[in-house]
Nanobody
Framework: QVQLVESGGGLVQPGGSLRLSCAAS????????MNWYRQAPGSQRELVAG???????NYADSVKGRFTISRDNAKNTVYLQMNSLRPEDTAVYYC????????????????WGQGTQVTVSS
């Protein structure tokens, strides 16, 4: 069993910044991709940013130039630095990890965090 625990959400004014963190723990042999998704009320969950184990990144067009994803492989942690926040960034942000389980036979699995609320409002 793998747990993903997010932190760093909150209320921020437009133009402000937040940094989200997501730490993975449990029966992990190796983590491949780590991603941040978000879901606003009445909307589908969408990919915000992703990062591979080698550090390659991808971003949704709506956050390019404002958000930066990074990871610390030694800590099994992924971060999302969010700058120049806008009201339309308001959503629950979820961490997702694609990993190889430690238990033999090793299986490739995917886990989700519980989500952290980000609200951008004046």
């Amino acid at each position: 069993q793998v747990q993903l625990v997010e932190s760093g959400g909150g209320l921020v004014q437009p133009g402000g910044s937040l940094r989200l963190s997501c730490a993975a723990s449990g029966s992990i042999f190796v983590i491949y991709g780590m991603n941040w998704y978000r879901q606003a009320p009445g909307s589908q969950r969408e990919l915000v940013a992703g990062i591979t184990s080698l550090g390659s990144t991808n971003y949704a067009d709506s956050v390019k130039g404002r958000f930066t994803i990074s990871r610390d492989n030694a800590k099994n942690t992924v971060y999302l630095q969010m700058n120049s926040l806008r009201p339309e960034d308001t959503a629950v942000y979820y961490c997702n990890a694609d990993y190889l389980a430690e238990v033999i036979p090793r299986k490739r699995l995917s886990s989700w965090g519980q989500g952290t609320q980000v609200t951008v409002s004046s």
